[in-house]
């Protein structure tokens, strides 16, 4: 399975942002999905996290309320609606998939990886 992930940008303070991850050469059926982020200088961290189907989401603390991540298993795509964007939300953004139904907010659980897309929030 490949993953493509889109829909970086540069934005003000405020502004949404909407990610796109498609994945080609496979499905997402069964797979739970999440989208990471690295900022500059820090550990890539888990940003949300979805279950196959959709109906377990989960979030870090410092985006919830504020990202929203949704799935279309029909088109094997996956979202990240970021709304208030602020500057600390500035990194490489990746998308992952791991064969497992169950969401994961480890790194090494995802078998998939995207290629990182950037998204810098000015102030």
């Known amino acids: 399975v490949h993953l493509q992930a889109s829909g970086g940008g540069l934005v003000q303070a405020g502004g949404s942002l909407r990610l796109s991850c498609a994945a080609s050469?496979?499905?997402?059926?069964?797979?739970?999905v999440a989208w990471f982020r690295q900022g500059p200088g820090r550990e890539r961290e888990a940003v949300a996290q979805?279950?196959?189907?959709?109906?377990?989401?989960r979030y870090l603390d410092s985006v919830n309320g504020r990202f929203i991540i949704s799935r279309d298993n029909a088109n094997n795509t996956v979202y990240l609606q970021m709304n208030s964007l602020k500057p600390e939300d500035t990194a490489v953004y990746y998308c992952a998939a791991r064969r497992m139904s169950t969401v994961s907010a480890r790194q090494v659980d995802y078998d998939y990886w995207g290629q990182g897309t950037q998204v810098t929030v000015s102030s």
């Open positions: 979805s279950s196959w189907y959709g109906g377990r989401t």
């Open positions: 050469g496979g499905t997402f059926t069964r797979f739970s």
